[in-house]
């Protein structure tokens, strides 16, 4: 909330004008302006940490359901995918190449080949 109040006091400092599109009753010039500027960016700030904890707590009892498993998108590639990409580029084969055949990026193959 700090930095709300910092940017728009940047903003008439340098001689500009604060008028907010969406709540016009929030014009700096004005005593009831600063005092929805403060309501509003303290409603912000509690939603903000709101969403926060709640994606944190969902985050927690989906791991704790999963007992361990991958949380996020099934890798493209096998074990034993990425152990072949290893030899075959070693080898020499192209990243490029590599990527074709199994159908990823090359940023996939430079991850797995470091």
């Known amino acids: 909330m700090f930095e709300l109040f ?11 004008q604060f008028l907010s599109v969406a709540e016009p009753r929030a014009d700096k010039s004005t005593s ?5 500027i403060a309501v509003l960016g303290g409603l912000a700030d509690v939603e903000r940490d709101l969403i926060r904890t709640g994606a ?9 359901k999963l ?6 998108r099934p ?5 034993a ?12 084969e192209s990243v490029a190449d590599l990527a074709r055949s199994y159908g990823v990026s090359p940023a996939a193959i430079y991850r797995t080949t470091a």
């Not at 890798?75 to 074990?79: G, H, L, R, V």
């Open 81 to 92: 995918q990425k152990q072949e990409a290893r030899r075959r580029r070693k080898d020499g």
């Open 6 to 16: 910092a940017i728009v006091k940047k903003i008439i400092d340098a001689g500009g």
């Open 75 to 79: 890798a493209k590639m096998t074990a």
């Open 56 to 64: 944190g707590e969902g985050r927690a009892r989906a791991r704790a």
């Open 32 to 36: 009831i302006g600063r005092l929805m």
């Open 67 to 72: 007992r361990g498993q991958h949380m996020g």
